[in-house]
């Protein structure tokens, strides 16, 4: 199984308070994506990252924001949690793109907002 | 925003059927296109990852075909058993974004 691991696994949190979410691995691989898991909406991208300190927004991008200062390291943050972000969230790795290679999940993290 | 879309969303079929599902996508700048297998309260894992046109792949009893110049890819599933049953997605990989489709689920029925 390929080393990513995603903290935490369920959360909690009051509408209104930031939240971060973060996903590590130990495959040096240098793209990483975060998704969210929605009924009727399969994956959706919300940021990705191809190098450290290189990031970039996905289709559903509002109201969150990412880091990467490391190369093992993909910080998501919810600025101000709404009801709507409640969700699983999924982060992913993968080699070089174009090169034939897949991408790896993480177990999810499930965010509850009240 | 690229849009990829899967038909059917779902699909129920008798244990032995064989059956396949289908994934659109536009055709211009196309890296690669990859599909993936999701159980239930499990993570996406992937099946294929096609790169070529007229690319075919297999897995035991499970093939994916790519046309990149029409934008489609199927995946095809010979004499369906019940642990085949799972989400299967596709996502399309352009520029340095992977981005997924909504997912056929697929039931079989012992």
Redesign the interface.
């Known amino acids: 199984d390929a080393g990513i691991t995603q903290s935490p696994r369920h959360k909690v949190t009051e509408t209104g308070t930031p939240v971060t979410l973060r996903c590590h691995q130990t495959e040096n691989h240098r793209y990483m994506y975060w998704y969210r898991q929605d009924p009727g909406h399969g994956l959706r991208l919300i940021h990705y990252s191809y190098g450290v300190k290189d990031t970039d927004k996905g289709e559903v991008s509002d109201g969150y924001s990412v880091s990467r200062s490391k190369t093992e390291d993909f910080l998501l943050t919810l600025e101000s949690a709404t009801s709507s972000q409640t969700s699983v969230y999924f982060c992913a790795i993968s080699e070089l793109p174009g090169m034939n290679t897949e991408a790896f999940f993480g177990q999810g993290t499930r965010l509850t907002v009240v | ?1 690229l849009n990829v879309e ?1 038909s059917p969303q779902s699909l129920h079929v008798q244990e032995g059927d064989s059956t396949n599902f289908t994934c659109s996508f536009p055709s211009s700048n196309f ?2 296109l ?1 599909w993936y297998r999701w159980e239930t309260a499990k ?4 099946l294929f ?1 096609m ?1 070529l046109n007229g690319d075919e792949k297999k897995k035991g009893r499970i093939s994916a075909t790519l046309n990149t110049k029409e934008g489609y890819s199927y995946l095809y599933i010979k004499g369906s058993q019940p642990e085949d049953s799972a ?1 299967y ?1 596709c ?1 399309l ?1 352009a520029g ?8 056929t689920r697929l039931m079989v029925k012992p």
Do not use: C
Not at chain 2, 96 to 103: H, K, P
């Open positions: 925003i899967q890296y690669a990859h993570s996406p894992e992937a990852v790169t989400t997605l996502a990989l340095n974004m992977l981005t997924f489709g909504g997912g």
